[in-house]
């Protein structure tokens, strides 16, 4: 699977490239009681119809990909680094052993490691890889252009992210649930807790779309929807408005689309009206 660009440096140093690595001695047998799941892995729910799938390619093909694990403080005990999905495998197909690389790993490694894992192979929910930016931020001290380098995102990217975590508790279980997605949630930001979980209710209700919901939440603070710009007329237009114009001594509005249009001609006393009809009907007196 082709990984995706700037993410994953540091999993590319942990995780053989190739077969190559796998002959060179650096793959271990280790018990799988003895692999310890990842504390600070973000992600929180793994779909059971996947992992049951797993197992069973396991029990049939073994496990082609190595676990990578580091050292726990106890002596033959390991910490998980990446490979959460295929651990919770190897324990519903009641493997004994896995092979794993084992690898040195700081916290902050450990967290970045499983989260750039996620990104690349299964993507997180968008409050879970809230939690993990949250976690990286606050733990490691990283500003969000840090964060953004290490997962190859936009500082942007990881700032609106991050701003779910202060949505409305309704907001975020919705998210959670897929009720809504984070284009929906992103644009309910603005508003109180309050105002939230009763637009929330609205958008489930009528199954509004993002921009249906961004422009609900204009209307309640008051804001127009800015309507589109219009198209420029072409210059043949612009000529024909100008031939009536210098025709007929008068302001002209010439509306035109493939479908027709209009011409508006505009008069400003009872004297330029009757003039003009006399001359658009060539009744000359």
Same mark, same amino acid.
């Given at each position: 699977?082709?990984?995706?660009?700037?993410?994953?440096?540091?999993?590319?140093?942990?995780?053989?490239?190739?077969?190559?690595?796998?002959?060179?001695?650096?793959?271990?047998?280790?018990?799988?009681?003895?692999?310890?799941?990842?504390?600070?892995?973000?992600?929180?729910?793994?779909?059971?119809?996947?992992?049951?799938?797993?197992?069973?390619?396991?029990?049939?093909?073994?496990?082609?990909?190595?676990?990578?694990?580091?050292?726990?403080?106890?002596?033959?005990?390991?910490?998980?680094?990446?490979?959460?999905?295929?651990?919770?495998?190897?324990?519903?197909?009641?493997?004994?052993?896995?092979?794993?690389?084992?690898?040195?790993?700081?916290?902050?490694?450990?967290?970045?490691?499983?989260?750039?894992?996620?990104?690349?192979?299964?993507?997180?929910?968008?409050?879970?890889?809230?939690?993990?930016?949250?976690?990286?931020?606050?733990?490691?001290?990283?500003?969000?252009?840090?964060?953004?380098?290490?997962? &190859?995102?936009?500082?942007?990217?990881?700032?609106?992210?991050?701003?779910?975590?202060?949505?409305?508790?309704?907001?975020?279980?919705?998210?959670?649930?897929?009720?809504?997605?984070?284009?929906?949630?992103?644009?309910?930001?603005?508003?109180?807790?309050?105002?939230?979980?009763?637009?929330?209710?609205?958008?489930?209700?009528?199954?509004?779309?993002?921009?249906?919901?961004?422009?609900?939440?204009?209307?309640?603070?008051?804001?127009?929807?800015?309507?589109?710009?219009?198209?420029?007329?072409?210059?043949?237009?612009?000529?024909?408005?100008?031939?009536?114009?210098?025709?007929?001594?008068?302001?002209?509005?010439?509306?035109?689309?493939?479908?027709?249009?209009?011409?508006?001609?505009?008069?400003?006393?009872?004297?330029?009206?009757?003039? !003009?009809?006399?001359? !658009?009907?060539?009744?000359? &007196?």
């Amino acid at each position: 699977m082709a990984r995706k660009s700037g993410l994953g440096k540091g999993l590319d140093a942990l995780i053989p490239p190739s077969e190559s690595a796998l002959s060179a001695g650096s793959v271990k047998q280790v018990p799988v009681i003895n692999i310890t799941p990842n504390p600070l892995q973000p992600r929180t729910i793994f779909a059971e119809e996947e992992i049951a799938d797993l197992a069973a390619s396991i029990l049939e093909h073994g496990v082609i990909q190595p676990l990578v694990v580091t050292h726990a403080e106890n002596p033959g005990k390991y910490v998980l680094i990446a490979g959460e999905r295929r651990l919770q495998a190897c324990q519903q197909a009641n493997l004994e052993q896995v092979p794993v690389i084992i690898r040195e790993a700081s916290g902050q490694q450990l967290l970045e490691l499983a989260l750039v894992e996620n990104l690349q192979r299964t993507d997180l929910s968008p409050l879970e890889a809230a939690g993990a930016y949250k976690e990286l931020s606050n733990s490691f001290n990283l500003s969000h252009e840090e964060i953004a380098a290490k997962v &190859g995102k936009s500082r942007v990217s990881i700032t609106n992210t991050l701003g779910l975590l202060s949505l409305s508790i309704a907001v975020k279980k919705a998210l959670a649930e897929a009720e809504i997605s984070e284009g929906h949630a992103r644009a309910l930001k603005p508003l109180s807790s309050q105002s939230q979980s009763a637009v929330l209710q609205t958008i489930i209700k009528r199954g509004l779309n993002v921009r249906q919901t961004e422009d609900l939440i204009r209307k309640l603070k008051g804001k127009k929807t800015p309507s589109k710009p219009k198209a420029k007329p072409s210059p043949e237009i612009l000529e024909l408005e100008n031939r009536l114009r210098e025709s007929l001594g008068t302001k002209i509005g010439l509306s035109h689309s493939p479908k027709g249009g209009k011409i508006v001609i505009h008069y400003y006393s009872d004297e330029e009206l009757n003039a !003009l009809v006399d001359r !658009l009907l060539g009744d000359t &007196g």
